[in-house]
């Protein structure tokens, strides 16, 4: 089999013990059995403005990194979500560029070959989330010259990379908060996000759903809101 090419030498993605350096396949694990590797698309964010704790590194090339299970819907990008309570880190890739992520991230990326030095992730400095937000962004693909970092307290960062990429045509969670951050002067305030960073940043329509037209977040927001109301009619 080997000679007629069937059979190769190679690397797979699977679950990997960083301890014992191997696989770990389901009955070696003390926990997690049935857990499988997922695979992300990571979406390259450049940062234009740089936080005081990133000063050092505004000559290079720095990114924010997202996890994106469609980047197809790339092009519809108003802003970047990140967790303004979030502990983030600055780590070198190949290729002279600076990904911010978090740290489980780094590590991840680390054991795929990708940081500069493979299965080794320094931290060449901290950074949260806070200190990001009101940031301009540089996304790929969308219609805006460029964007901002805005804030998303939901956000999980022992999911993906702690940074999320936000199309409110398309996802309902994006465009909740977009728009509440766009209508509530209150919550900007508590998380020092101007007017000026989210206001003038329309959903770009991308997709055509039958039924629902080419704004399915903003119809799944409005018949969410219409269900909520008649829920709490009946409690009354």
């Given at each position: 089999?080997?000679?007629?090419?069937?059979?190769?030498?190679?690397?797979?993605?699977?679950?990997?013990?960083?301890?014992?350096?191997?696989?770990?396949?389901?009955?070696?694990?003390?926990?997690?059995?049935?857990?499988?590797?997922?695979?992300?698309?990571?979406?390259?964010?450049?940062?234009?403005?740089?936080?005081?704790?990133?000063?050092?590194?505004?000559?290079?090339?720095?990114?924010?990194?997202?996890?994106?299970?469609?980047?197809?819907?790339?092009?519809?990008?108003?802003?970047?979500?990140?967790?303004p309570?979030?502990?983030?880190?600055?780590?070198?890739?190949?290729?002279?560029?600076?990904?911010?992520?978090?740290?489980?991230?780094?590590?991840?990326?680390?054991?795929?070959?990708?940081?500069?030095?493979?299965?080794?992730?320094?931290?060449?400095a901290?950074?949260?989330?806070?200190?990001?937000?009101?940031?301009?962004?540089?996304?790929?693909?969308?219609?805006?010259?460029?964007?901002?970092?805005?804030?998303?307290?939901?956000?999980?960062?022992?999911?993906?990379?702690?940074?999320?990429?936000?199309?409110?045509?398309?996802?309902?969670?994006?465009?909740?908060?977009?728009?509440?951050?766009?209508?509530?002067?209150?919550?900007?305030?508590?998380?020092?996000?101007?007017?000026e960073?989210?206001?003038?940043?329309?959903?770009?329509?991308?997709?055509?759903?039958?039924?629902?037209?080419?704004?399915?977040?903003?119809?799944?927001?409005?018949?969410?809101?219409?269900?909520?109301?008649?829920?709490?009619?009946?409690?009354?």
């Amino acid at each position: 089999m080997k000679e007629n090419n069937k059979i190769k030498y190679g690397k797979r993605y699977t679950i990997f013990s960083e301890l014992d350096n191997q696989p770990c396949a389901d009955h070696d694990r003390a926990k997690g059995e049935g857990v499988a590797p997922q695979e992300y698309v990571g979406i390259k964010i450049q940062l234009i403005d740089f936080p005081e704790s990133l000063a050092a590194w505004a000559e290079k090339k720095v990114y924010l990194v997202a996890a994106t299970l469609r980047p197809e819907t790339m092009y519809g990008q108003t802003n970047c979500f990140i967790l303004p309570e979030g502990k983030y880190g600055l780590y070198e890739m190949k290729n002279d560029e600076f990904f911010v992520m978090s740290h489980r991230a780094a590590q991840n990326f680390a054991w795929q070959e990708m940081t500069k030095e493979d299965c080794k992730y320094p931290c060449l400095a901290n950074v949260t989330g806070q200190e990001i937000i009101g940031k301009r962004l540089k996304t790929p693909l969308t219609k805006y010259e460029f964007v901002y970092a805005l804030p998303m307290p939901t956000i999980s960062m022992t999911k993906g990379t702690g940074i999320v990429t936000s199309v409110p045509s398309d996802s309902p969670d994006d465009y909740a908060m977009l728009y509440d951050l766009q209508t509530k002067k209150g919550l900007r305030e508590k998380y020092n996000v101007e007017e000026e960073h989210c206001v003038p940043f329309e959903p770009i329509p991308i997709i055509e759903i039958p039924g629902m037209g080419n704004m399915a977040a903003k119809t799944c927001y409005e018949q969410l809101k219409i269900t909520s109301h008649k829920d709490s009619d009946k409690l009354k």
